[in-house]
């Protein structure tokens, strides 16, 4: 199983970044993988390989790094409880993935074939549900009922955006806003349930409760327009996973969003037309984005979510995982940089 602290000190300047985010919870890192392998056995022998299969290319785990920043001590072992939280974000996550490739019809992701493509989309679309179930059994064993509340409607409202972002493939006016509200749903929806649970577990207070959601949100928002512009601006050797999948199946985000909002109603509408109707590929698009100069005002997007997230920081308890989020958010900053994009 890929191990987030497995990765070498000597790669890349974001991988450094990274490490250095991962080191102190390296020990919450080796039980969180322990726990992920017990729970292969809690599935029917003929689904167990397809959980490994996800449990070995599931990246960075982002939301675990945010439960344990937030719910464990750096270096130590954390409590079984905050271990459980981690496996169980991190299945939810696993899961919007299995079905977000079905969806992408996306053969590669973290540098491997993607469940889909290996499988088919009828297994796919059953060890998503089936990962999605194993998430709230879990969450259902703690002794009070506000894990499994909270985790049950962070599902939800995932599921609800990723409706929210297909009911918008071709609509005739693309708006921002909705773009907004959309990965506000499926994406920083998961990343504020992580530090919440992580902040709750660990007896936070309801004003620290509060900042740990506003740090996760507007983290998770930069981190999705990160995303969204990786899918354009990127190249498949460094990215690791097909990309060009948003504009394949007609999903505007914010770079196509604000290049057309940006036009005359004349050219918006030819343009419009020529992208719904795939006469303008990838590389195209990539072109036109960076010669309209669009991708500075996704970046003052990417870098106002941030800047939000870092102000929360100062309510959070405790100097270490302070230091420990602004290292986190650091580094998803720098990501802006990885594909150079400037």
């Given at each position: 199983?890929?191990?987030?602290?497995?990765?070498?000190?000597?790669?890349?300047?974001?991988?450094g970044r990274f490490q250095s985010v991962v080191e102190p919870l390296q020990p919450a890192f080796a039980a969180l993988e322990s726990f992920l392998v017990r729970q292969v056995t809690a599935f029917e022998p003929e689904v167990q390989p397809l959980v490994d299969y996800c449990f070995g290319h599931s990246g960075k785990k982002l939301r675990p790094i945010l439960v344990f920043s937030m719910g464990a001590e750096p270096g130590k072992v954390p409590s079984e409880e905050i271990v459980q939280a981690a496996?169980?974000?991190e299945l939810v996550?696993?899961?919007t993935l299995v079905h977000d490739d079905i969806l992408d019809e996306a053969d590669v992701r973290h540098r491997t074939e993607t469940l889909v493509s290996k499988y088919g989309p009828h297994v796919a679309v059953l060890l998503?549900?089936?990962?999605?179930?194993?998430?709230?059994?879990?969450?259902?064993?703690y002794p009070d009922v506000e894990v499994c509340r909270t985790v049950s409607l962070a599902t939800r409202q995932v599921c609800s955006g990723e409706i929210a972002q297909t009911f918008a493939r071709g609509n005739e006016l693309p708006d921002p806003e909705a773009y907004f509200r959309m990965i506000d749903l499926k994406t920083a929806?998961?990343?504020?349930?992580?530090?919440y649970l992580g902040g709750y577990l660990a007896g936070f207070e309801e004003n620290a409760l509060d900042a740990a959601r506003q740090y996760a949100r507007h983290l998770g928002i930069a981190y999705q327009i990160y995303d969204d512009a990786a899918d354009i601006f990127a190249e498949e050797r460094v990215a690791g996973k097909t990309l060009g999948t948003d504009l394949a199946t007609g999903k505007f985000t914010l770079p196509v969003l604000l290049w057309l909002e940006a036009m005359p109603a004349e050219r918006r509408r030819k343009v419009f037309a020529r992208l719904r109707g795939?006469?303008?590929?990838?590389?195209?698009?990539?072109?036109?984005?960076?010669?309209?100069g669009v991708l500075d005002s996704v970046g003052r997007a990417f870098h106002a979510q941030l800047e939000l997230s870092?102000?929360?920081?100062?309510?959070?308890?405790?100097?270490?995982?302070?230091?420990?989020?602004?290292?986190l958010a650091d580094f998803v900053g720098s990501a802006w940089n990885k594909f150079n994009i400037r």
């Open positions: 199983m890929e191990n987030p602290g497995s990765q070498s000190a000597s790669q890349t300047t974001s991988q496996a169980i974000v996550h696993l899961a998503g549900d089936a990962l999605f179930a194993h998430a709230l059994h879990l969450a259902a064993q929806e998961l990343f504020n349930v992580s530090a795939g006469s303008m590929d990838r590389e195209q698009v990539r072109q036109a984005l960076l010669d309209d870092h102000r929360a920081i100062s309510r959070i308890p405790g100097s270490a995982r302070r230091q420990q989020l602004e290292i």
